[in-house]
């Protein structure tokens, strides 16, 4: 049986660790454990064969990383996952059974209704009903997204969002960075990228933007778009909350922005929805378009905070707000939000 996390007795200092430790996002995480100090009392790091031996620096301590098996657990209290869905369905189980907390930042479990969906600024009692000793880091746009539209929310009771993305390329891990390094060098030097170039999107990045993120559904929307859908419903708790998204890869390395038009149940106020944003821990407002101060991906990378701006009153739609926001997903949109789970346990 799983024991409950409810009523598990957790030391002041815990032992860690992180699948996936080798990743983009894992060596964000191991990042923010050392950054936020958060009480570590071991740490494990575990990837695949391939990275077996390396080791990692974590606060002055050289740490070798292990090959993941399903024995890896015995003893650790939180598991960070990041090793992609695949990874977290077959061994987040065996963690789970072991006793150990997963924090998982893959989709696999988000949807489960006994996974809890947790962005800590806003539903962190969620971590209570963690009753099969998983938890779920949700969609990196989704938490940006999100980070600007609770307090909106709490203002004027959300109804409906419309939505785009502009994703760097950092969010399709190690291997979206490297595509876009190496395809910029061949335009540098006025070389073809050719198909063998083009190893992790579809159609060549640099230069580029592509309206294209996760795989393509029945309906027309992509995966990553339905995600901001019905993520958003089970965070905010609004199962009628309706979301349109069309989700663009665009040739930045980090921070995703999100361009967002969001109509409420009451009358909007740009100067009550700017004020409402002074009270919320993780966002702050960058916005004074008059002297050219809005968010940038450059703003926020490597940053915890979420930056929003450009906030108008929408001309389309009744009660309505558009505006921009901007986050780090490989820190808030993933790491920083998995450690602050963590935190919260
Ligand atoms: P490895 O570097 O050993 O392949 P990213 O999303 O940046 O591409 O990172 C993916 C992460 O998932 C890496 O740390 C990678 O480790 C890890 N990973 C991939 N396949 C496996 C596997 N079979 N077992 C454990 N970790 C894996």
Avoid at 33 to 43: H, I, M, N, T
Wanted: hydrophobic fraction near 40%; glycine fraction near 6%; include cysteine.
């Amino acid at each position: 049986m799983v024991p409950d996390i409810n009523h598990r007795k957790m030391n002041q200092q815990k032992h860690i660790a992180i699948v996936g430790a080798t990743g983009a996002v894992g060596i964000e995480m191991l990042n923010c454990l050392a950054e936020r100090k958060f009480p570590v009392s071991k740490l494990t790091l575990l990837a695949s064969a391939r990275s077996a031996g390396q080791t990692r620096n974590f606060c002055g301590e050289e740490i070798t990383i292990k090959e993941l098996t399903h024995d890896s657990f015995e003893g650790i209290d939180i598991a960070l996952f990041s090793a992609g869905g695949g990874i977290s369905l077959e061994y987040a189980p065996s963690a789970a059974k072991a006793g150990c907390i997963v924090i998982d930042n893959s989709s696999a479990f988000r949807m489960d209704p006994e996974v809890p969906l947790i962005v800590p600024e806003i539903n962190p009692e969620a971590a209570k009903s963690a009753t099969k000793n998983i938890i779920a880091n949700p969609n990196c746009s989704t938490i940006i997204a999100l980070m600007a539209l609770f307090p909106l929310h709490q203002k004027f009771g959300l109804k409906s969002v419309i939505a785009s993305t502009y994703q760097a390329v950092s969010g399709s891990g190690a291997a979206g960075i490297t595509e876009l390094e190496q395809q910029n060098r061949l335009l540098v030097e006025g070389k073809e990228i050719t198909a063998d170039d083009m190893n992790v999107y579809p159609v060549q990045i640099a230069s580029n933007v592509i309206p294209h993120v996760d795989v393509f559904l029945e309906n027309g929307y992509t995966k990553e778009e339905q995600k901001m859908l019905f993520e958003s419903q089970k965070i905010l708790q609004l199962p009628e909350l309706k979301v349109t998204c069309t989700c663009v890869r665009v040739p930045v390395y980090r921070s995703h922005s999100v361009s967002i038009t969001a109509q409420f149940e009451r009358p909007v106020d740009v100067a009550i929805a700017k004020a409402s944003f002074a009270n919320q821990t993780g966002i702050q407002l960058k916005d004074d378009p008059d002297n050219n101060l809005y968010p940038t991906p450059l703003d926020t990378t490597c940053k915890n905070d979420c930056l929003v701006g450009r906030i108008r009153k929408d001309q389309v739609l009744d009660k309505a707000l558009t505006f921009w926001v901007v986050g780090d997903q490989v820190k808030k949109g993933a790491a920083l939000n998995a450690v602050q789970i963590a935190e919260i346990l």
